[in-house]
């Protein structure tokens, strides 16, 4: 496991469109099946991390708690599933049921969503605005598996509201770190130089 930041995508970044299977129905998934929310977060996440496993329960908290309001959200795993096979579209379906997510879960095969959106780790977010451009990135909240502080979501949770509620977001926008996104062989995006 390599720690890895989010390359902190450049706010006002128009959400890039993709077409992904959703790994418990099987149905495709992309931006449209959105249009109808003001705001939509894009988190790419996965089963194997320790990160992602530190802050799942929250995950699907924000799913509960968002579930009736104005903001989407998509998960999209998009490591190599050959090489980590808990990354697998059914071992994600495992994971979406057993954590009762409210919103799709889909499979980046080939790993194309994940460079067009320069998503570097798991967890990344990306939180976009009513035009689809890009309102917050960064991390869910300051805790992480081994500094002991509280996963409040608070950082994600503060962007959510003031996308929602149409207000300029005041906080610092720090970058997610977590588990580099295991990349197919050959396939690593320029991105990382």
Not at 46 to 70: M, N, T
Not at 104 to 131: G, I, R
């Amino acid at each position: 496991m390599a720690l890895t930041a989010s390359t902190m995508l450049p706010v006002g970044t128009k959400a890039p469109d993709f077409h992904l299977p959703e790994v418990v129905s099987n149905k495709t998934i992309s931006l449209s099946t959105f249009a109808d929310k003001k705001a939509l977060l894009v988190m790419f996440i996965c089963r194997h991390c320790p990160f992602v496993k530190h802050v799942q329960k929250e995950l699907a908290q924000l799913g509960e708690d968002y579930f009736a309001s104005d903001l989407a959200i998509a998960a999209i795993s998009t490591n190599d599933a050959k090489n980590y096979p808990d990354d697998a579209p059914e071992s994600l379906k495992a994971m979406a049921t057993e954590l009762g997510f409210k919103f799709p879960l889909c499979y980046d095969e080939t790993q194309e969503t994940a460079k067009a959106y320069t998503a570097a780790c798991t967890p990344d977010f990306f939180l976009f605005d009513s035009e689809r451009k890009l309102f917050y990135r960064g991390q869910l909240d300051d805790s992480r598996p081994s500094n002991g502080k509280p996963v409040t979501g608070a950082d994600l949770r503060a962007a959510i509201e003031a996308v929602l509620a149409s207000k300029p977001l005041e906080s610092e926008q720090k970058p997610s770190v977590g588990c580099n996104i295991k990349w197919k062989p050959g396939n690593e995006p320029s991105y990382f130089g």
